[in-house]
C-alpha cells in the first residue's frame, strides 16, 4: 500500500484506511463479531491506518478497535473534545446509533478536557498509543451559536493540551476531524496544526477547499485526510448525503456523474474513491465500509482503472472544478 506523509511530521500512513464510524453502530446495524471480522480483514487487504472516536458507538468503536490492533503493527487516529459519561441515552437513533454503549456526550475542549480523554479513549482502546489526536466536530455544523464558547476553550488552552502530547512524544501528529472548511481556516490562526480529517468537503460531489483552504494548509504545512468520499453515501447509490436524506440538486448532480461514469464503463464509487488522492495534499482517503463484503468491494475500486478521459469529460461539463488535480493514469 501506498503511503503518505501527515504535514510535515515523519508519520506515514497509507492512502487508504478505515473509517471507524459504523464499527460502533454509527448508521450501521453490526455486532462485535462482524465488526472485528472488518477489521481483520482490513489488515489482511494491506490497509493499516485506521480511524475511530469515542462518538462511534459511544465507545464501542474504539474497543473493538483497541482489541483487534493490540499487538500489531498499527498507525490510529483517535479524536478529543467529547467526554463520555454514565448514562445511556434516550433514543439513540436521534444520534443516528445502532445499541451504543451506556454513556451520554459531554463537550468539553478546554486543557483538561483534552487531556482526560485522550487518557480515556487509551484505556477504551487498551493501547499505549495513538498516533493522531484529532479536536472532534468543532465548528458551528456540530454547536452552532455554542461553538463560540467551544472554539474559544480549544483556542484559548485546549490547543496547548494537544501541542504538549505532540511535544512530549505521546501522539506524532494533532489536528482536527470535522465536517466544514471554515473552521479549519479558523484553525490555522490558532496555531500549528500537522492535518485535518475533512469529512465529505472534497469529494467528486464537491471541492469547494479548492482556492482557499487547500492553499492556506499547504502554506501551513498541513494535510487533509479525506473522510467520507462518499458523501454519505449520495456516490455509491444510496439517499444519503451530508448524514441526511440528499437534496434534489445533489441527487441529480450525482446522477450526472453516474451517467458519465457509465459511458466510460467504470463504477463511480471507484472514481470518488481515487479522485481526493490526485491533490498532493490529500495524505489519506478513509471510506467507513459497513461489513467485510464492502470492504473487499471498496479495495476492488481502490485498484480500478481510471482513464485520463474520464476526468477530462467532468470537467468539460461543469461536473468537476477546472483546477481540481485528478489522479494520474493508472
Known sequence: MEKRQVGRTKLMIDVLGLGGAPLGGNFADLGYEQ????????????????????????GRSERVMGDVLRGTDYVLSDKVGRLLHPGAVENPMDYGMIDP????????????????????????????RIDILLAHDIGTFQHGKENVQHFQDLSESGYRAMDELRKSGNVKAIGLGVNENKVCMEALGVGDWDVFLLAGRYTLLE???????????????????????FNSGILVGREMWNYAKAPAEIVEKARALSAEAEAFSIPLPAAALQFPLGHEIISSVIPGPRNKVELEQIVTWFKTPIPSEFWTSLKSKRLLEETAPVPSQA
Open 207 to 229: 471541492q469547494t477547499p479548492l482556492d482557499t483552504l487547500f492553499p492556506a494548509c499547504a502554506a501551513a504545512g498541513t494535510s487533509i485526510i479525506c473522510g467520507g468520499p
Open 35 to 58: 465488526a472485528a471480522e472488518l477489521i481483520q480483514a482490513s489488515r489482511k487487504a494491506g490497509l493499516n491506518f485506521f480511524d475511530t472516536a469515542p462518538w462511534y458507538g459511544f
Open 101 to 128: 454503549l451506556p454513556f451520554h456526550v459531554v463537550y468539553d475542549y478546554s486543557y483538561d478536557g483534552i487531556m482526560r480523554a485522550y487518557e480515556d479513549n487509551l484505556q477504551r482502546l487498551g493501547l499505549d
